[in-house]
């Protein structure tokens, strides 16, 4: 059955902390939104390794920035695609973008600190890491294990200190999620962080889950 098979999550790393904090609402410009959904269905019918469909999604992302200037998707989109073509001093300019938008968005500032690490600007990174791992904490201090978000919230927490070089911590620390969260999904991406070498979290290596008790709740 479907339901049996494993599943791969897809979507880039960043993507597991966006399931973390909700963004303040912005009026979209619908023109800009036109061609942010075209650039992300450019790329989402194209083949992974095709180089042009990034390219082509990214010009269609400039002119949507053009538009509206305090699109956060865009950027956000944008920087995804950057980083997969390794234009990494183009995922900068989004990711401080990002961080105009979002200063205190951890899963933002876990992003711009890889950004600068790629580009090789350690000490702004280590202090975006930082940051995120004070702002993490905050958010995850106010809710309990059953949120529907803090599975995110809490993988990005655990990712941020492998980033930080400080792997037992984030061992240690995914050993109490282990213990309070039984949700069959949550343990899989929790297990899978446990294995991950800092280079796999810097670059984005792909999770993977079993969806055999059911749909992730994310």
Same mark, same amino acid.
Request: glycine share 4%.
């Given at each position: 059955?479907?339901?049996?098979?494993? @599943?791969?999550?897809?979507?880039?790393?960043?993507?597991?902390?966006? &399931?973390?904090?909700?963004?303040?609402?912005?009026?979209?410009?619908?023109?800009?939104?036109?061609?942010?959904?075209?650039?992300?269905?450019?790329?989402?019918?194209?083949?992974?390794? +095709?180089?042009? *469909?990034? @390219?082509?999604?990214?010009?269609?992302? =400039?002119?949507?920035?053009?538009?509206?200037? +305090? /699109?956060?998707?865009?950027? $956000? =989109?944008? &920087?995804?695609?950057?980083?997969?073509?390794?234009?990494?001093?183009?995922?900068?300019?989004?990711?401080?973008?990002?961080?105009? #938008?979002?200063?205190? %968005?951890?899963?933002?500032?876990? #992003?711009?600190?890889?950004?600068?690490?790629?580009?090789?600007?350690?000490?702004? *990174?280590?202090?975006?890491?930082?940051?995120?791992?004070? =702002?993490?904490?905050?958010?995850?201090?106010?809710?309990?294990?059953? =949120?529907?978000?803090?599975?995110?919230? *809490?993988?990005?927490?655990?990712?941020?200190?492998?980033? #930080?070089?400080?792997?037992?911590?984030?061992? %240690? /620390?995914?050993?109490?999620? #282990? @213990?309070?969260?039984?949700?069959?999904?949550?343990?899989? &991406?929790?297990?899978?962080?446990?294995?991950?070498?800092?280079? %796999?979290?810097?670059?984005?290596?792909?999770?993977?889950?079993?969806?055999?008790?059911?749909?992730? $709740?994310?």
């Amino acid at each position: 059955m479907a339901s049996n098979k494993i @599943k791969t999550i897809l979507a880039l790393l960043p993507l597991v902390w966006q &399931f973390s904090c909700a963004q303040p609402k912005h009026k979209i410009n619908p023109e800009a939104r036109k061609l942010n959904d075209s650039a992300t269905n450019i790329v989402f019918h194209g083949i992974p390794t +095709d180089s042009g *469909a990034y @390219k082509s999604a990214i010009s269609l992302l =400039n002119r949507a920035i053009k538009i509206d200037s +305090d /699109y956060y998707i865009a950027y $956000k =989109n944008r &920087f995804s695609y950057q980083s997969a073509l390794k234009e990494y001093n183009g995922a900068l300019e989004s990711a401080k973008q990002m961080l105009k #938008l979002h200063p205190n %968005d951890p899963s933002v500032l876990t #992003l711009a600190g890889e950004a600068y690490e790629w580009t090789g600007n350690k000490t702004s *990174a280590t202090l975006c890491y930082n940051n995120a791992l004070l =702002n993490f904490h905050k958010i995850l201090d106010t809710m309990n294990v059953q =949120n529907r978000s803090y599975c995110g919230l *809490a993988t990005g927490n655990a990712m941020v200190l492998i980033l #930080l070089n400080k792997k037992q911590q984030s061992d %240690d /620390y995914i050993k109490e999620l #282990l @213990k309070k969260d039984t949700d069959p999904i949550n343990r899989q &991406f929790y297990e899978a962080i446990s294995a991950y070498s800092r280079n %796999d979290v810097l670059y984005w290596k792909t999770v993977t889950v079993s969806q055999s008790a059911g749909p992730i $709740k994310h």
